[in-house]
């Protein structure tokens, strides 16, 4: 008797308890930590160049020997397509948008240093 009121009390428990409330603040955004640290490479080059990176949309493309790090305009028609855990940048026009100029951190996989910065035309 005294094993089945146990039993009766803890599962009275387990069914009552209210369930976890569900975040109700979504995250903004999401993004994994080693393409964190290969944007944190880019930033000095951005910050060298004055760029205000709060207005632009950050990408980062896995190339054969290099990343890219992509600084395009959130509002312009490139899209970005998720493969494989990479980033890679589907063009809807070729260059910059009408609103701000476009470009690129290129970094080296082997030594992680910038390679150069381009400008999207």
């Known amino acids: 008797m005294k094993n089945l009121s146990s039993v009766l009390f803890v599962s009275l428990l387990l069914f009552t308890t209210p369930p976890a409330k569900a975040d109700p603040t979504p995250p ?3 993004i994994s930590g080693s393409n964190f640290l290969i944007i944190q490479i880019a930033i000095p080059e951005v910050k060298k160049n004055k ?3 709060s207005k632009y949309k ?4 896995d190339r054969d ?9 959130p509002h ?3 899209d970005t397509v998720t493969t494989d855990g990479h ?4 063009t809807v026009w070729r260059g910059s ?8 951190v290129e970094i080296d996989k082997s030594t992680r240093k910038v ?3 381009y400008y999207e035309r």
């Not at 020997?65 to 305009?73: A, N």
């Not at 980033?87 to 589907?90: F, G």
């Not at 948008?97 to 690129?104: I, K």
């Open 65 to 73: 020997k290099s990343y890219r790090v992509l600084f395009s305009d």
């Open 87 to 90: 980033l890679t940048r589907l």
């Open 51 to 53: 760029f205000d990176i």
């Open 76 to 78: 312009s028609p490139h």
């Open 115 to 117: 390679i150069g910065l």
């Open 28 to 30: 903004l955004a999401s």
């Open 97 to 104: 948008s009408p609103n701000m100029q476009e470009f690129e």
């Open 58 to 61: 950050i990408s980062v493309e």
